[in-house]
Every structure is written in structure tokens, then in C-alpha cells.
């Protein structure tokens, strides 16, 4: 068992020599990252901080010459990520352990996201009871709040320390001895108001034989997918929710950025999609939607969460958009529409039913897609059992010609 601890051994070193004196009394190994820049490190790590430097492609010297604390900060995350994976493909890496403030924070998280799904990743810092998004993107990082700034060892601080190592050590030393059945893997998007859907399309597909892994298009669900996608840990995709992109295109909370839709085009594996929840921009409490949306129409899903309906305008772009992205797929992809409503309130007597949007969405896609995109079309809205159905039988299909399926 080896664990690697991340941090600026100029500034830190106490806290982080406790650290690590924690994990071998338990029997770890520790491989030390030194990713302090201004000052000499309080003890000698495995890695020094001019290795982490060289390894992001600049020197320590030229650190320290610019004086520049976001240039320093961005290098030592970006050495620090290289150093991660070195480590990790080497197999001296089990877990990764980091602690610290915002500097650090930002360092130690880069390389923990740079590393794999199901690497342990601990981070104990003083930004843990913020917002974290920047720190853990779309990577399975723990984050511990430190309560008292990290700033010399005292009662409080050796306690939260040795929680982390221990828990780190837990996760390290313990087989879960979980059964894996090898079945190929689909990746799927939901939302709430697609939640019948996908649990119906799901629900068939493992009885077909498939695993399915199931992400809310939160933006940084969308991410996580996209970014496994890349990595070759799914087979195949079953987008029912691409909400994410009315919120990149109009402004709201949960984009997943402009490359949303494109990782399983790029692998050319097998991908179904249809256009779930895209007749909504999500936003946080009510009062916190921006003034210039101010006369659309609102539905209040819950105190934390406000969603505008997206106009034909919108609509229409956001066609052309997502034609645009399976165009370029480079594997068997279908698009498959609810001509009756893309989502649970965008049905007849709810909320955001509007046929009128959802036409300029439809005539969009059919008019933008190109012939090798397989077109799909129901008389349902997309949460009827028979859309969901048609959607894994259409997936299916296309695993099967691929020579990925059961």
C-alpha cells in the first residue's frame, strides 16, 4: 500500500510530516510531492518541487524569478497532475492525500483529477464548505473541511489530520470485495423529469444483459460522462437527457461546457440520443435568476432550484447545435424525438407544455441532421414506457452490429 501526499512542504511541512507519520504507523507507504515554490521544504520529499516544476514544463528558478503566485499555482497543479499519474502508472500509487488553503487546494485537487475513478482521492482544506466544483469537477475527490485554518499542529488540527490519513488508510488497505460481472457498460443521462424514462430504458437494457451507469445531467454529470467516455470505460451511450446544453447556450447553472456531446462521437462507439429536459434553464433559488430573464415563464421545482422554459428562438438553435454535434460522429448514432414532450412538465396541463417551442426544436434537428444520423420519431412524450423501449431496442442494435453487445 503506497499513498502519495501532495503539498507545500515550504509552508506546510508540520502538518504535513504528521501526515505521513500517521500512515506509516499504520503500516502505509508514503511517497511525499513537494509543491511549494518560494521557500526550502521542512524535510526531504520523494519528489522534490523542482521535479514537479520540470515536469509542467518550466524550472523552479523561473517560479520563483516571475513572483507570480497564479503562474506558480497553475505549473505546480499542472507538474503535480503529470507526477499523479507517473506515480499511478507505475503502481506506486494506491491513494493520493492533500492538505492545505486555497493554493494548495487547487495543486493537490489537479493531480487528483487527473487520476482515474476509484483511485482514493482525499483533500483536507480550508475551502471544503464552499464551493468545491472548482476543486473536484467531474473526479470522485473527497473533500474534508479543516474548520481551523491548516497553520501549525494543534488539538483540533491533529484530529482532522489523522481522521483523513485514516480514512485514507481504510480505503487503501481494504479489499470491498465487490463481485464485478464483466457486461458491456452503458452510460446514461437523467434528470428528474426524465426519471421514467431512463429508469424504464434502463431496466431493459439490463435485462438484455448490459450494466448501466446512470449520470444527472448537472453539468458535472455530463462531464464525468463525457470523460469516461475518453477513457474507454463505456461501451456504449444512451443520452436521454441533454438538457445541459439549453444551460451553455442561454446562461444557466448546469453547463457542462461546449464540448458536451462529442466523446462518444470522437470514440465512435454506439450512441443513442434524444432531447430530454430541453425545454429548460436551470437556475438556483428564484430570487437569484438574473433581472434580464425577468418576464419568461418559471417553474419553481424547489426552494434551490428555478427552471425557465426555453423559447422556440432557443429551441431552435439548440437543434441545430446538437445536429451539429452527431454530424461529426464518427460511430452509429440515432436521434430519436417525443414528439408529445421532452419532459415530465412539458406535457399537456403542465407547466412548460408549449408545442410551439418544441416544433421549432424538432424542425431544427430534422432540417440540420445529416443522413448518416439516424432519425427517429414517436407520438409520445418521452417518459411513455414505449419511447423508452425504442430507445434501448435501438441501442441494442446497434451493439450488436458493432460487436459490442452480450
Known amino acids: 500500500m503506497s499513498v502519495v501526499i501532495i503539498g507545500t512542504l515550504d509552508t506546510k511541512a508540520e502538518e504535513i510530516g504528521f501526515a505521513r507519520d500517521v500512515l506509516e504507523a499504520q503500516g502505509v507507504d508514503v511517497h511525499v510531492v513537494d509543491a511549494g515554490v518560494m521557500g526550502e521544504p521542512g524535510f526531504e520529499p520523494e519528489t522534490t ?3 514537479v516544476a520540470d515536469a509542467a514544463g518550466t524550472t523552479l528558478e523561473h517560479l520563483r524569478e516571475e513572483a507570480d503566485r497564479g503562474e506558480a499555482i497553475e505549473a505546480m497543479g499542472d507538474g503535480a497532475a503529470e ?3 507517473r506515480l499511478h502508472d507505475e503502481g506506486v500509487l494506491d491513494g493520493v492525500l492533500g492538505l492545505g488553503g486555497s493554493g494548495n487546494t487547487s495543486i493537490a485537487t489537479a493531480a487528483m483529477r487527473a487520476l482515474p475513478v476509484g483511485v482514493p482521492k482525499v483533500m483536507v482544506s480550508t475551502m471544503a464548505s464552499g464551493d468545491t466544483e472548482p476543486y473536484v469537477g467531474s473526479r470522485d475527490v473527497t473533500m474534508m473541511y479543516s474548520v481551523a485554518d491548516i ?3 494543534n488539538q483540533l488540527s ?3 489530520i489523522s481522521n483523513a490519513a485514516l480514512a485514507m488508510v481504510g480505503m487503501v488497505s481494504n479489499d470491498p470485495d465487490v463481485d464485478v460481472e464483466e457486461r458491456p457498460t452503458i452510460a446514461m443521462t437523467m434528470f428528474g423529469v426524465t426519471t421514467p424514462c431512463v429508469q424504464a ?3 431493459r437494457l439490463e435485462d438484455m444483459g448490459y450494466e448501466a451507469i446512470v449520470f444527472h445531467a448537472t453539468g458535472t454529470g455530463g462531464r464525468a460522462m463525457e470523460s469516461l467516455v475518453e477513457e474507454g470505460v463505456v461501451d456504449g451511450v444512451l443520452d436521454v437527457t441533454t438538457t445541459e446544453w439549453a444551460d451553455e447556450l442561454v446562461g444557466g447553472v448546469l453547463s457542462a461546457g461546449p464540448d458536451r456531446l462529442e466523446a462518444a462521437g470522437d470514440e465512435g462507439i454506439p450512441q443513442v440520443v434524444s432531447t430530454g429536459a430541453l425545454d429548460m434553464v436551470n437556475f438556483g433559488p428564484r430570487d437569484s435568476v438574473p433581472e434580464e430573464f425577468e418576464g419568461r415563464q418559471f417553474h419553481v421545482h424547489n426552494p434551490q432550484v428555478t427552471l425557465m422554459r426555453t423559447t422556440p428562438e432557443e429551441n431552435a438553435e439548440l437543434g441545430e447545435i446538437i445536429s451539429e454535434k452527431l454530424n461529426d460522429a464518427t460511430g452509429p448514432t440515432a436521434l430519436v424525438l417525443p414528439l408529445e414532450g421532452v419532459s415530465a412538465i412539458d406535457v399537456e396541463g403542465e407547466d412548460f407544455y408549449d408545442p410551439e417551442a ?8 430534422r432540417s440540420s441532421l445529416e443522413d448518416d444520423v439516424e432519425l427517429l420519431e414517436m407520438e409520445t412524450d418521452i417518459n411513455d414506457e414505449a419511447f423508452a423501449a425504442k430507445l434501448a431496442e435501438t441501442l441494442d442494435g446497434y451493439m450488436r452490429e458493432a460487436g459490442r453487445a452480450p
Open 83 to 85: 507526477v499523479a499519474q
Open 49 to 51: 518541487a523542482s521535479e
Open 201 to 203: 430504458a434502463r431496466e
Open 158 to 160: 491533529r484530529r482532522i
Open 358 to 365: 418544441d416544433a421549432a426544436l424538432f424542425d431544427a434537428l
Open 151 to 153: 497553520e501549525g499542529l
